[in-house]
Nanobody, 124 residues
Framework: QVQLVESGGGLVQAGGSLRLSCAASGRTFSSYTMGWFRQAPGKEREFVAAINWSGGTTLYANSVKGRFAISRDNAKNTVYLQMNSLKPEDTAVYFC?????????????????WGQGTQVTVSS
């Protein structure tokens, strides 16, 4: 069982940056693939980025590639999402998720544990 708590969201102007953090409980954090997803009002939850257990492999949605960076610190049981060059269309609730499979995936259904989300609002 893993409990996830996101932080770092807020209001930022277009072109600005935010860094999201996701703190995980449990002693097996390092064995999980971790992902970030987002959901805007009236839209489905969508994949943003994922990172494998070691941090050696990452995967990004095309819409954020080159602007966002996912990383993890297994010693701190924390995964991060650095978001640069933010755009109004990045406005959403951002969720951290964990899956115990040894695969790195974009699919929502493959993630077993979810945080409550943190709001990111980008003004134009």
């Amino acid at each position: 069982q893993v409990q996830l708590v996101e932080s770092g969201g807020g209001l930022v102007q277009a072109g600005g940056s935010l860094r999201l953090s996701c703190a995980a409980s449990g002693r097996t954090f390092s064995s999980y693939t971790m992902g970030w997803f987002r959901q805007a009002p009236g839209k489905e939850r969508e994949f943003v980025a994922a990172i494998n257990w070691s941090g050696g492999t990452t995967l990004y949605a095309n819409s954020v590639k080159g602007r966002f960076a996912i990383s993890r610190d297994n010693a701190k049981n924390t995964v991060y999402l650095q978001m640069n060059s933010l755009k109004p269309e990045d406005t959403a609730v951002y969720f951290c998720a964990a899956n115990a499979r040894l695969i790195i995936t974009r699919q929502v259904v493959n993630y077993d544990y979810w945080g409550q989300g943190t709001q990111v609002t980008v003004s134009s």
